[in-house]
């Protein structure tokens, strides 16, 4: 029965594109940039610039996303419990929150295997995860984007994540929702070897 869908970190609105056929979306970023790409890829879409742990809209929504690990990108945990509270704020009763998130398991296995190298036409990208300490890793993306002949041109950006015990931002969330769903994207089951969760929570 929902209606309304916002999401939060939206990006470039890759995943509100298909949902605009059926619900009413909705999406927030901090990146003008990412808006401004998915304003035209998501025609019937409301967006706003504003940061997912202090966002403020007047409206209520029947369910609020945040995919793509992005919540991983804030570094303290009270910038999750932030997030959690706006989320709760802006759903209506019995709405659910949607997100995922990377365990250590995942950001420990990417800091030590080799950076993973794609050619996509005449252009490169090599991207390298290290450890940045305090238990944070570091995403080195390079884009080699080709010109002519044996000139490239490199785009640089290094990306943070941390990841906290699912324990913790279980009991944190028990605070705003009523019913709370963890699912292993890749397993069956969870366990000490879950590298991402998905978790569906309930007001």
């Not at 706003?48 to 995919?67: A, G, R, W």
């Not at 769903?181 to 089951?189: G, L, Q, R």
Request: with cysteine.
């Amino acid at each position: 029965n929902a209606k309304r869908v916002l999401e939060i970190a939206c990006g470039t609105g890759s995943i509100l594109k298909p949902l605009e056929k059926k619900y009413k979306v909705y999406g927030l970023d901090i990146s003008p940039g990412m808006l401004s790409s998915a304003k035209k890829k998501v025609k019937s879409g409301k967006f706003f610039h504003q940061d997912m742990t202090k966002f403020k809209i007047n409206e209520m929504f029947d369910v609020i996303l945040c995919v793509f690990d992005s919540i991983n990108h804030l570094l303290k945990f009270n910038q999750w419990q932030q997030v959690f509270s706006r989320v709760n704020q802006h759903l209506v009763e019995n709405g659910i929150f949607i997100f995922d998130m990377n365990m250590q398991k995942k950001l420990d296995r990417h800091i030590s295997e080799k950076p993973w190298v794609h050619w996509f036409g005449k252009n490169l990208l090599i991207m390298e995860v290290t450890n940045a300490g305090n238990r944070i890793s570091n995403w080195n993306v390079k884009v080699f984007e080709h010109k002519k002949n044996n000139l490239y041109k490199l785009y640089q950006e290094n990306i943070k994540e941390k990841a906290f015990p699912l324990n913790k931002v279980k009991k944190s969330l028990q605070k705003y929702f009523t019913s709370i769903i963890v699912v292993d994207i890749k397993k069956k089951h969870l366990s000490q070897q879950s590298e991402n969760l998905l978790l569906i929570c309930k007001k």
